[in-house]
């Protein structure tokens, strides 16, 4: 019987499924994220080769504190500001530091482990240390404010099924009038459909630096015809939601189409019939609807409209839904007094449009500069710090990189943080959240799972001898690596079309430091594969 089938099971899983169901429903994004962290370290552990004992008992602590401390927050009913906000920041951080540490543990090689075997309790004495020390400083930083969380997080676990009931239930009837209250009929309502309302659009970035020439020129395309039809280009992680928004949010695109800007986010629009109800619902026409209705709608309309599709690649992406996907793009194109702005991952635009002149080039790394200014600005950092440059160079000055590690910085300095990478990688930039914009090894993944890769088997393998060279490689070295490959060809086109790798100034292939990192940490090259061993990788 494992540890974690003891005496304290149905505790356990009774703060499981709190945690779930504050990690699936709070609308908060401390409580969310604090209980999401804890999941993972739980099902770490789980498969950790600890002692199962030590592990129950780290295991069981951590989901004590995330508990005690995301239901106060769920239920305080507002998310927390100035001290306290820091405050739970820093505990917050210090579950993601844990949780990391479990990971790069798990991540070792089998004989690696076998290794350290003899180690893991001491290991999880000292992940024990670290967490009851950030709770003392929790403690310590918040004296028993606001809702009272320090007294909590050491008090015992009366009444705590009854809590959790009460929130599950909660949570359940939230749903349920949530279902009943809902104007449209049941059957139209998909939760693959993810869509904003037209009375709010989401705000501007607030941390935001050498984007100023690409908005403009954004900007200028969608203010300066009747009908424009726009592509934000680019690698995953490089702010292309950002720069629309700022975009839709200047005071030359609010004089022109002022309440008429619609912003539809598509990540999780699967179709073309996802993509309509999506359109509808930003419309606010609730009543069984279907495409020809919107197109009468917009028709109709005297005045322009700017609809912003972000993150269209999703829908678009399989070729089983493509067709009908630019189908869609294409009505919309053709109504007089519709703009289109669309952000895509990759370097492709969908065909059948009729772009905008000139084309915007796919959107680039910040400058060292703007990448100093983004870092400092969230983490606090000195702007003389001697290690700052190096850091953001190893990061290829990436956004959604620079971002991240600006997050760690805020209780890291650059040394300790450049010390780290050079053994963790890309596996220490996430804020604890499974999603691209928060972590970001599934933000490349989302490239690497792209359908595009699919139909150019010898892509993946491409990517991997390309992200053994920082400096890039010529084509021709490039083939002569891969050699004899007849599919070289696509499969840098593929590559290109993904925007995995890009020319440089020297007209060499290159990788960007992060994707390849990446790949060398999860697909390592092994000396004895050739062209003929490998593919697209699967699972991911």
């Not at 504190?65 to 998310?79: C, E, K, M, N, R």
């Not at 080039?361 to 400058?367: A, F, K, V, Y």
């Not at 606090?380 to 997050?407: K, R």
């Not at 593929?494 to 060499?508: E, F, G, K, P």
């Amino acid at each position: 019987m494992s540890a974690f089938d003891g005496p304290s099971r149905s505790s356990t899983s009774t703060i499981l499924r709190a945690l779930r169901s504050i990690s699936d429903l709070s609308p908060f994004s401390y409580p969310k994220s604090i209980a999401s962290v804890a999941l993972i370290i739980y099902e770490a552990l789980r498969e950790s080769n600890a002692n199962k004992l030590d592990a129950e008992r780290l295991s069981t602590r951590v989901m004590e504190v995330a508990w005690t401390l995301s239901s106060s927050l769920a239920d305080a009913g507002t998310s927390p500001s100035g001290d306290l906000a820091r405050s739970v920041g820093q505990l917050l951080r210090a579950l993601e530091g844990i949780a990391n540490r479990i990971r790069r543990q798990s991540s070792r090689c089998i004989t690696t482990r076998f290794l350290r075997i003899t180690k893991n309790s001491g290991d999880v004495r000292l992940l024990e240390e670290d967490l009851e020390r950030s709770i003392s400083l929790f403690q310590f930083q918040t004296r028993l404010a606001n809702i009272n969380l320090s007294k909590r997080l050491m008090g015992t676990e009366d009444d705590l099924d009854g809590q959790v009931e009460s929130l599950l239930e909660a949570s359940r009837q939230e749903k349920k009038e949530m279902f009943t209250n809902s104007p449209l009929p049941l059957k139209d309502i998909s939760p693959k459909i993810v869509s904003a309302s037209k009375q709010v659009l989401p705000p501007p970035p607030q941390v935001f630096f050498g984007r100023t020439s690409y908005v403009d020129r954004v900007v200028e395309q969608v203010t300066r015809d009747a009908q424009s039809r726009v592509a934000i280009l680019g690698a995953g992680g490089m702010g292309k939601t950002s720069v629309a928004l700022a975009a839709i949010h200047d005071s030359r695109v609010v004089s022109i189409y002022q309440s008429r800007r619609h912003f539809i986010a598509c990540e999780s629009v699967s179709d073309a019939s996802c993509l309509i109800s999506s359109l509808l619902e930003s419309f606010d026409i609730t009543t069984p609807s279907d495409f020809e209705t919107l197109v009468s709608f917009l028709s109709r309309q005297t005045s322009r409209s700017l609809l912003v599709l972000d993150n269209l690649e999703t829908p678009w992406e399989s070729p089983a839904n493509r067709a009908e996907v630019e189908a869609v793009l294409e009505t919309l194109a053709d109504i007089r007094g519709i703009s289109l702005l669309i952000t895509m991952r990759g370097a492709e635009r969908p065909s059948s449009i009729v772009w905008s002149r000139p084309f915007l080039p796919q959107l680039p790394c910040l400058d060292p500069e703007s990448s100093k200014d983004a870092f400092i600005a969230i983490s606090g950092t000195s702007e003389d710090d001697d290690d700052l440059p190096t850091l953001l160079d190893a990061l290829d000055h990436v956004p959604l990189a620079v971002t991240l590690m600006a997050n760690l910085a805020q209780y890291s300095s650059c040394a300790a943080l450049l010390a780290r990478w050079g053994e963790e990688k890309t596996t220490m930039l996430t804020r604890g959240l499974e999603d691209r914009l928060s972590n970001l090894d599934i933000s490349i993944q989302v490239s690497l799972s792209s359908e595009r890769l699919k139909g150019a088997p010898q892509a993946f393998l491409a990517l991997q001898n390309l992200s053994q060279f920082p400096d890039g490689a010529s084509r021709q070295e490039l083939e002569s690596l891969m050699s004899p490959s007849p599919d070289i060809h696509a499969a840098v086109s593929a590559l290109l079309q993904v925007a995995l790798i890009q020319y440089d100034s020297s007209d060499r292939l290159r990788v960007l430091s992060p994707i390849r990192e990446h790949v060398k940490m999860y697909f390592p090259l092994d000396n004895c594969q050739s062209s003929h061993d490998i593919g697209h990788p699967i699972g991911l």
